[in-house]
């Protein structure tokens, strides 16, 4: 079935810096796209989402690019914080409120 | 607003045991979504509804799982004869027809099968 995948399983910074953590997803009837974070033992944690029509959206530190003729989709953490250490998980959907459909994740460790 | 519940934290069960996990989603929230995730995995949808009626469920749902949400408000995850390839996080979502793709999610139900 398709399905929606990280390209690294993990990712490195140093506090400060900024992070990019991509997704390739293969259904080209998505329309909706979210990034979510998990932080151990808890649930996954609404970061932002971005609709098929619009190709960048922004939000306090994040921004969300989405590349439809690649079928890619990335996140940009700005200034990265100890406190975004966590997995990260694309998902997407071809219909809102729809079953969401989750890549494997990537995992951010932000050293200090 | 308190969030998505989700009861217990934590069930040890043994094996051909059966196990009930409950979830309260959101109060004006409508609709509810059930996931299973595995570690080093991202989460896996199992079936969703919306008000009362049961609107999808994923192959992944086998005849041994059943869910409910009979009033419309919380809902109900039932595992029958577990095994131990039922180990996992049970993770419930809901969400609302004007906040397209923010799902909601609580913290999980953590089913250990011995």
């Known amino acids: 079935g398709e399905s929606v995948g990280l390209h690294l399983p993990t990712l490195s910074v140093q506090e400060g810096d900024n992070s990019i953590i991509n997704c390739a997803y293969s259904?080209?009837?998505?329309?909706?796209f979210i990034w979510y974070k998990q932080e151990s033992g808890k649930g996954p944690q609404f970061i932002i989402d971005?609709?098929?029509?619009?190709d960048k959206r922004q939000g306090q530190r994040v921004t969300v690019l989405l590349n439809k003729t690649v079928k890619h989709l990335s996140l940009q953490i700005a200034a990265t914080q100890p406190g975004d250490s966590a997995v990260y998980f694309c998902?997407?959907?071809?219909?809102?409120?729809?079953?969401?459909?989750f890549g494997k994740g990537t995992t951010l460790s932000v050293s200090s | 607003d308190t969030g998505v519940s989700q009861d217990p934290r934590h069930k040890i069960t043994k094996r051909g045991q059966n196990v009930t996990f409950r979830c309260d989603p959101i109060?004006?929230?409508?609709?509810l979504y059930w996931y299973r995730q595995t570690l080093g995995q991202g989460p896996e949808f199992l079936t969703y509804?919306?008000?009362?009626?049961?609107?999808?469920k994923s192959r992944l749902l086998s005849d041994r799982f059943s869910a409910e949400r009979p009033k419309g408000s919380f809902s109900t995850l039932e595992i029958q004869r577990t095994e131990q390839g039922d180990s996992a996080m049970y993770l419930c979502?809901?969400?609302?027809?004007?906040?397209?793709?923010?799902?909601?999610f609580g913290s999980g139900t953590r089913l250990t099968v011995v």
């Open positions: 509804f919306q008000n009362e009626a049961q609107l999808e």
């Open positions: 998902a997407e959907t071809p219909q809102a409120g729809t079953a969401l459909i």
């Open positions: 259904n080209s009837a998505s329309d909706y």
């Open positions: 971005i609709r098929s029509n619009m």
């Open positions: 979502a809901s969400s609302s027809p004007d906040r397209a793709g923010g799902y909601t």
């Open positions: 109060s004006e929230h409508n609709r």
